[in-house]
């Protein structure tokens, strides 16, 4: 062959013959030709002989002059490239031949001159048919791929769009070329915020020279509306100058809508199974221990009023405040008033105030994040977090520090919190219980209660009635607490007797139900042979015990036995203080009842203190 020709593998690059034309042409005295890669011939073209290759092998044989192969002295040769496929096995090579386009140029203007002499203008509607063809080569080529291609030149500006492109985008390729494609497609991160010029991967490459491969970005139609793409911007090169780029890519929004359903699938799970093992550690530590019996025991008129306004309140989601000595069961009101709102699927949190220490309570009332403090190994959820959705049971709300019932109020006032040592806020729905044995409005006169928590809590007071105000209960409560001591001891056959009630409900009872529990429970100990052995302490009995007859155990009472008896008890006490009701030798206190309690009640049955 008379001009220069090299046989090429394609997988390899590597260049398996050269004729003496092309080892004259492209090689220097001292390296061979031969086994070297065809990339030293074309340096830094690889996309533009990567684009030519592979119209080689699909054509069969195709040309460009857009290659510039550097001759032996280093310097840049105008040729034009053919290439034929040659039919090797097992891998495809092409043989490259190339023309001196300098020498054919001269040639083509001899040629010209003589067909304008013969009047060539069919030879010049040949050329024009041939450049047609070669146009529409390419153009079969864009079309073929599945994937958008567009190509950029140096300034950013659109310099061709296929058709895949153009059905992505929604543009016509008329109205691209020439367009700033950034500007037109890649405006804005998907996020919404402007992105600039300067920080786009598609223009990176003809700055930078480096292929950049991109996934989840978006591109924007003409109408506005974004999808999510997948690109890479291959930088494109003129004899060693990047001159554009050429960018591929695909539509992957039904992946990504599938990615987002999944990590939102699995975002859930986790929120589950962390919120189930935050439940479930509760519920473990609760079943761990001991816990009062849920039922409110009693038929006497406090209970009764007290489990008519548990059923009125119930039923809302306002704050209520329990008040009551130590022992009244108030932890019972705050469970029943739970059991009975439309929150008793989310649990019922409590929170003993008076326990926590005062560098902790922020943490157990928020929880924290690791690393918050000294010893925070771990996150901690805290006690509004697990109540979300459900009840928190405030026991002891009087023993917050001053410091910290504003951080309180604000959860109460806005359901927001942060963990402590993360900027994080949450937002949580709870209702609140709040209980106390203390005066809170003698507290908020004091300086030690915030007024505005006060009232956010008061919303719905409710008083925990002490045990020797309602003595008619006291029987009930002994025999349902003797059946609990019974299952909890595994002893059968225990039974209260007439004589224990009377002393029972003798008594003035300081520690409240807590109290009888824990007497019913010892005397159950101390039982021999079925018989119950109940100790009361001798400075808790009342100077009635022998004037005040008790119920039989378990007996049933009408209202009118009911009034009469406590006719009488109140009549003994009169006649025990000589007609007084107030001062500490007076009637009420030996009944252990506010005097206007006592006023009340004499008033109500109808009782004459002269006799």
């Not at 990176?204 to 999808?227: L, P, Q, Y």
Request: hydrophobic share 40%; glycine share 10%; net charge neutral.
């Amino acid at each position: 062959m008379v001009d220069a020709a090299l046989a090429v593998d394609v997988l390899s690059g590597r260049i398996l013959a050269a004729n003496e034309e092309a080892r004259r042409l492209f090689t220097p005295l001292e390296r061979d030709l031969v086994g070297a890669s065809v990339m030293a011939v074309f340096p830094g073209q690889a996309a533009a002989l990567t684009v030519f290759t592979e119209a080689v092998l699909h054509k069969g044989r195709y040309w460009t002059r857009a290659l510039a192969p550097l001759c032996a002295d280093g310097g840049p040769i105008h040729v034009e490239c053919i290439g034929s496929r040659l039919l090797t096995q097992p891998d495809p090579s092409v043989l490259l031949t190339f023309y001196d386009l300098d020498l054919r140029h001269r040639r083509d203007l001899d040629a010209e001159a003589e067909q304008h002499v013969r009047g060539g203008l069919n030879e010049w509607r040949r050329t024009e048919r041939l450049f047609q063809e070669i146009e529409r080569s390419n153009q079969l080529i864009l079309r073929a791929a599945g994937e958008g291609i567009f190509g950029v030149n140096a300034e950013g500006r659109t310099t061709f769009v296929n058709p895949a492109g153009e059905a992505m985008l929604g543009w016509e390729t008329g109205e691209l070329i020439g367009r700033d494609m950034h500007a037109a497609v890649h405006h804005h991160r998907p996020d919404g915020t402007h992105y600039p010029h300067q920080q786009c991967p598609i223009y990176a490459a003809f700055r930078d020279g480096a292929v950049h491969h991109v996934e989840n970005e978006m591109f924007f139609r003409k109408d506005g509306s974004g999808f999510w793409v997948e690109y890479t911007s291959t930088p494109i090169r003129d004899r060693g100058r990047l001159v554009g780029a050429v960018i591929i890519f695909r539509d992957i929004s039904q992946r990504h809508e599938a990615d987002e359903r999944l990590r939102a699938a699995l975002a859930e799970v986790d929120t589950l199974r962390e919120r189930l093992q935050r439940e479930n550690a509760y519920l473990q530590e609760e079943m761990r221990l001991e816990r009062n019996h849920r039922g409110v025991v009693g038929r006497s008129g406090a209970i009764q009023k007290t489990l008519s306004q548990v059923e009125l309140v119930a039923r809302t989601d306002a704050a209520v405040l329990v008040t009551g000595e130590s022992g009244t069961g108030k932890e019972l009101i705050a469970s029943a008033i739970h059991e009975a709102s439309e929150r008793n699927a989310r649990p019922l949190i409590r929170v003993n105030c008076a326990a926590i220490p005062r560098e902790l309570f922020e943490s157990e009332f928020f929880g924290h994040v690791k690393g918050a403090f000294t010893g925070a190994l771990r996150d901690r959820v805290g006690r509004f977090e697990l109540a979300d959705g459900g009840t928190l049971f405030l026991d002891e709300v009087g023993e917050i520090p001053l410091e910290l019932q504003g951080k309180l109020l604000r959860v109460l006032q806005e359901g927001q919190f942060e963990r402590v040592g993360e900027e994080r806020t949450r937002h949580v729905d709870v209702r609140i219980i709040a209980a106390t044995n203390k005066d809170l409005r003698r507290e908020v006169r004091e300086g030690r209660f915030r007024e505005d928590l006060y009232f956010r809590l008061d919303v719905f007071p409710i008083v925990s009635v002490p045990l020797r105000e309602r003595v008619e209960d006291i029987p009930l409560l002994a025999l349902h607490f003797l059946s609990g001591a019974q299952r909890k001891l595994k002893v059968e056959g225990l039974m209260l007797s007439e004589g224990d009630a009377r002393r029972l409900c003798a008594y003035d009872w300081p520690g409240n139900v807590r109290e009888l529990q824990n007497v019913i429970e010892r005397a159950a100990i101390l039982a021999r042979n079925g018989r119950l052995f109940v100790a009361l302490p001798e400075s808790g009995r009342s100077p009635l015990a022998s004037l005040v007859p008790a119920p039989a155990a378990g007996a049933i009472l009408t209202e009118p036995e009911r009034r009469e008896r406590d006719r009488a008890s109140i009549q003994a006490a009169l006649e025990s203080a000589g007609g007084r009701i107030s001062g500490p030798n007076g009637a009420a206190a030996i009944l252990g009842l506010p005097a206007t309690t006592l006023a009340s009640r004499i008033k109500t049955l109808g009782i004459r203190r002269g006799g």
